[in-house]
Nanobody, 123 residues
Framework: QVQLVESGGGLVQAGGSLRISCVAS????????MGWFRQAPGKEREFVAA????????YYADSVKGRFTISRDNAKNTVYLQMNSLKPEDTAVYYC????????????????WGQGTQVTVSS
């Protein structure tokens, strides 16, 4: 398994942008598919975006499509989530996760998780 550490969360006004990052430990980072999930208070953790090892295959939740972009830098063991046109409903703790196989939009297929970073969007 890999260890994951997220950073970059914070408070931003509606319509603003934020980029969060996730650094992974280990030498096999490039072999993992990486995903971002989020959990708002009182809600289930939900899929946001994911990418396979090459970044050429990316997947997004309908709620963020066109506003968020996932990317990765395998040389830096880092995955990013660029969030634009943020809305108050994007407020949540954002988690980075790593998957070896399977449907990478499904939470159950991610074995390694970071501790999360808070993103708060004010109206």
């Amino acid at each position: 398994q890999v260890q994951l550490v997220e950073s970059g969360g914070g408070l931003v006004q509606a319509g603003g942008s934020l980029r969060i990052s996730c650094v992974a430990s280990g030498r096999t980072f490039s072999s993992y598919s990486m995903g971002w999930f989020r959990q708002a208070p009182g809600k289930e953790r939900e899929f946001v975006a994911a990418t396979r090892w090459s970044s050429s295959s990316t997947y997004y939740a309908d709620s963020v499509k066109g506003r968020f972009t996932i990317s990765r830098d395998n040389a830096k063991n880092t995955v990013y989530l660029q969030m634009n046109s943020l809305k108050p409903e994007d407020t949540a703790v954002y988690y980075c996760a790593a998957s070896r196989a399977g449907d990478i939009t499904a939470r159950a297929n991610f074995a390694s998780w970071g501790q999360g970073t808070q993103v708060t969007v004010s109206s």
